[in-house]
């Protein structure tokens, strides 16, 4: 086994030199290309992940301002200060009672009821000795601090009255058991009098509420927590073990005292590493903090750069099939030339590979290659005629071959349409001329009047003994002036050289008719074989298989289709030609019972227009005399026998006169008068002294309708009417009446006629009694 694999590559060295640089150079510049695209889009990936995590922060802390400060002072404005006698919940005089506290409670949660963000409203007397909210009654700051711890932190409580403005803080868990985690808004109002005492209004928020409308959109939920200005603690709500808000506090009070401008930096704490990033609020100076894991955001970088490696090896094997394409492709003609070569030769050469055996081969083929370039020259008429013909009826059926046989013998085809030229010298005055002049008539005489006729037409020819060939490269558009041309060169040689000449135009086909064709306008021609090494085109074998299927047409189909013209039956004649036509064309007959046909049908044809005086004109003589020579194809004989039967028809119409139509009108009358009994065609052109064909053709040419359809339809009219005038006779008595003596058979023609039967008919339009 390793002896044969050894082997094989042996044999196919050339292959795998090709092969495997090509494929270990694209792999390296794939991974080149991959490790730098790694490493810029790792750094680009790492600052969108920070740069995200800034940017949803930055959403939080908007948020928060709105949802604080906003909502609470909008609370405030139009709850309190936007009514019409704020004095009297603000300013609240020494000698005010407990009641006086309740009512001013009561209005205020009217007021802000709907407000389902509030958690908890307070209303506070800072000197009196008792303030009011929604947990109850609470004492005077001043007097028991205990007591408000319930609501807020002393601390808080006192900072902020002495400041004298709106502020902001959070209960924290380590106060108290007792206090609820809340986020509140302070606003003391100033005293206006002397007898009035410093109030102030303490607005609650839900934390959980507002936790949960920041979950909504930040990701990192579980990692917030939000600092006051002196970098306090006022909302935790980590979830990362080991950590706890006064680290993070320390560590964001450590980076703005030594003046950090980034706001996102990496730390470590308890070994571990994270990115820390804040920002600060300019409504209430409280600082917005995330801390995430570095573990986290390297999860959220791994997909991206899992993408990006599953690119890399789709490129990878990409490349590697790309690889072996190129290099079998380019290989693939090394083989395909061994292939034909060493069994030339007889022997394999002893070679290494099939690159070396190519080599040794060429080499022997070099030695020769005076002999073959002379072998060539000699035979090059003969393999463009064989060629031309193969292409002219597809017998080489593969493109790649035609075009790699037609370079060897440089030829070029640009049009898929020739002309086919073939001449034969009189064989008696041939063989008395002198061998020079025989040399001139078949190689140079004719070669050069062709070409002087033709002008510049590319072609080209063949010739043995007495017999040439020209086989001429036509442009479509062209075909008509080379085919007179090619007239005119047959005219004028005949005259001036013993020499017999076939014409045959073909057009580029697989059809096996067009060769049938071919092979009977040149008269047997191509019957023989006259071209050296090429055999005869067109076998008896061949033509005898194909001629025995002939178009059988009878004598009886011939007269039925001579009557239908004479009586003028257009529709009929267009439907029945258009039969022959499609059946003759999806089968494969022979040409010659074909032909037969068609010019039968066309002297029939022609004859009885002349009849009538149709060519009396001599341009429509003239034309339609064209129309033939030109035709081509069977499909345009056909046309051109149309074109005569219209004409047939169009003069047929403009020769009926006046005396034509008051006997149509005669006729008609004659029918109605005698529908009781039978009316016949012949019996009718008996009485009135004309033919059956003629009153056959001129009825239909003036009413449009076939003579027994008009009397059939008279009939069916007759009986109608009689079956409302004569309610009493029966349906078969009337039927009788009119000729039809078997009811079944009435009863279907009526029935087609009015889409009922006769009783129907009668019984739908029958008188109602008055």
């Known amino acids: 086994m390793v002896n044969r694999i050894r082997s094989y590559i042996s044999r196919h060295s050339f292959y795998y030199r090709i092969l495997i ?12 290309t991959a490790s730098t695209a790694w490493r810029i889009m790792g750094n680009k990936i790492d600052n969108q992940m920070k740069e995200s995590v800034t940017h949803r922060l930055e959403q939080v802390r908007i948020y928060s301002d709105n949802y604080i400060y906003e909502q609470m002072m909008n609370i405030l404005v139009n709850s309190f200060t936007g009514t019409s006698n704020p004095v009297r919940y603000f300013f609240i005089k020494k000698d005010q009672t407990i009641y006086d506290y309740h009512k001013i409670f009561q209005y205020v949660m009217e007021v802000v009821s709907d407000n389902t963000c509030l958690s908890s409203i307070t209303v506070c007397n800072g000197e009196s000795t008792v303030i009011d909210s929604t947990y109850g009654l609470c004492l005077n700051p001043e007097e028991d601090k205990n007591k408000l711890r319930q609501y807020v932190p002393y601390e808080e409580f006192a900072r902020i009255a002495s400041s ?218 003969v393999i463009s005629y064989k060629l031309t013909m193969d292409l002219l009826h597809s017998h080489i059926l593969e493109e790649p071959e035609l075009r790699e046989r037609l370079f060897l013998s440089g030829i070029t085809f640009q049009k898929p349409c020739y002309c086919v030229l073939l001449l034969a010298l009189n064989p008696g005055a041939f063989s ?7 040399e001139v008539l078949s190689t140079l005489l004719l070669d050069q009047a062709v070409k002087r006729i033709l002008k510049d037409a590319p072609f080209l020819s063949a010739a043995q003994d007495n017999r040439l060939a020209f086989i001429i490269n036509l442009a479509p ?105 499609t059946c003759i064309l999806e089968n494969g007959y022979s040409y010659q019972s074909v032909n037969v046909f068609s010019i039968h049908l066309y002297s029939m044809a022609f004859q009885i227009g002349k009849n009538i005086g149709i060519f009396d004109d001599p341009e429509i003589k003239a034309d339609t005399e064209q129309r033939l020579r030109q035709s081509g194809s069977f499909r345009e004989t056909m046309d051109c026998i149309r074109y005569i039967l219209a004409l047939y028809h169009e003069t047929y119409i403009r020769n009926i006169n006046d005396e034509d139509r008051q006997l149509i009108e005669h006729i008609k009358e004659y029918i109605l008068t005698h529908c009781s009994g039978e009316v016949s065609l012949a019996a009718v052109a008996e009485t009135f002294h004309v033919s059956r064909s003629h009153l056959s053709r001129l009825f239909k040419a003036i009413t449009g309708d076939n003579f027994s359809t008009f009397v059939i339809d008279t009939k069916l009219e007759k009986a109608a009417a009689l079956f409302l005038e004569m309610p009493d006779k029966s349906i078969n008595e009337i039927a009788c009446s009119l000729g039809y003596f078997t009811q079944a058979y009435f009863t279907r023609l009526f029935k087609q006629k009015y889409g009922m039967t006769p009783s129907q008919y009668r019984k739908a339009n029958e008188k109602l009694p008055s």
């Not at 640089?21 to 080149?32: G, K, Q, T």
């Not at 003046?259 to 300019?282: H, K, V």
């Not at 059809?511 to 071209?531: A, H, M, P, Q």
């Open 21 to 32: 640089p090509f494929s270990m150079v694209s792999i390296l510049a794939i991974l080149l």
């Open 432 to 438: 008395l001329l002198p061998l020079e002049q025989k």
């Open 164 to 381: 004298k403005k709106i502020g902001y803080f959070s209960t924290a868990e380590d106060y108290s058991d007792t206090v609820r985690p809340a986020i509140s808004l302070f606003y003391p109002v100033n005293r206006q009098s002397t007898d009035t005492v410093q109030s102030y209004i303490v607005l609650t928020l839900d934390q959980n509420s507002y936790l949960a409308g920041i979950k909504n959109f930040y990701q990192f939920y579980d990692s917030l927590l939000i600092l006051n200005e002196q970098n306090e603690v006022i909302l935790d709500n980590l979830s990362l073990t080991g950590i706890n808000g006064k680290d993070i506090s320390g560590l964001v009070s450590t980076a703005l005292t030594s003046g950090a401008s980034n706001a996102c930096q990496e730390c470590t704490i308890n070994s571990r590493p994270y990115y820390l990033t804040w920002t600060t609020s300019d409504t209430s100076d409280w600082k917005y903090v995330s801390i995430v894991t570095a573990e986290t955001l390297d999860k959220e970088s791994a997909a991206l750069f899992r993408t990006i490696a599953f690119v890399v090896f789709a490129l990878l094997a990409a490349v590697l099939l790309l690889s072996q394409l190129v290099t079998s492709n380019v290989y693939r003609p090394i083989r395909k030339l061994h292939a034909k070569l060493i069994p030339a030769s007889g022997k394999a050469p002893n070679a290494e590979d099939e690159l070396s055996a190519i080599d040794s081969m060429v080499t022997f083929l070099q030695n020769r290659v005076g002999d073959m370039q002379d072998i060539l020259e000699r035979n090059r008429s």
């Open 477 to 581: 558009e062209g075909y008509q002036e080379l085919r007179e041309a090619a007239n005119r060169f047959i005219a004028s040689s005949a005259r001036e050289l013993p020499i017999g000449i076939n014409l045959a135009l073909s057009s580029l086909t697989d059809k096996l008719d067009r060769i049938v064709e071919l092979n009977t306008k040149t008269e047997g021609y191509l019957r023989y074989s006259f071209l050296h090494e090429y055999g005869n085109l067109f076998t008896p074998e061949l033509i005898q298989s194909y001629e025995s299927n002939e178009f059988l047409v009878t004598s009886r189909d011939y007269a039925e289709l001579e009557a239908q013209i004479n009586a003028d039956q257009f529709d009929v004649l267009n439907e029945k030609l258009a039969a022959y036509e």
